[in-house]
């Protein structure tokens, strides 16, 4: 299972891989953020 210890490690990697971290970003508000797919779809999605 994922463990939530790891987010402590994200400013580490944004400061040794700076690009690759914002286009992380960038992927995780477009995959996240309200767009073509409503929340509520992804959010039933997320639960399969």
């Given at each position: 299972?994922?463990?939530m210890n790891n987010?402590?490690?994200l400013?580490?990697?944004g400061?040794?891989?700076e690009a690759g971290m914002k286009a992380f970003q960038a992927l995780d508000q477009?995959?996240?953020g309200d767009g073509t797919?409503?929340?509520k779809y992804k959010?039933?999605?997320s639960d399969l």
């Open positions: 299972m994922y463990d987010l402590k490690q400013g580490a990697l400061k040794n891989a477009a995959a996240l797919i409503p929340k959010s039933l999605v």
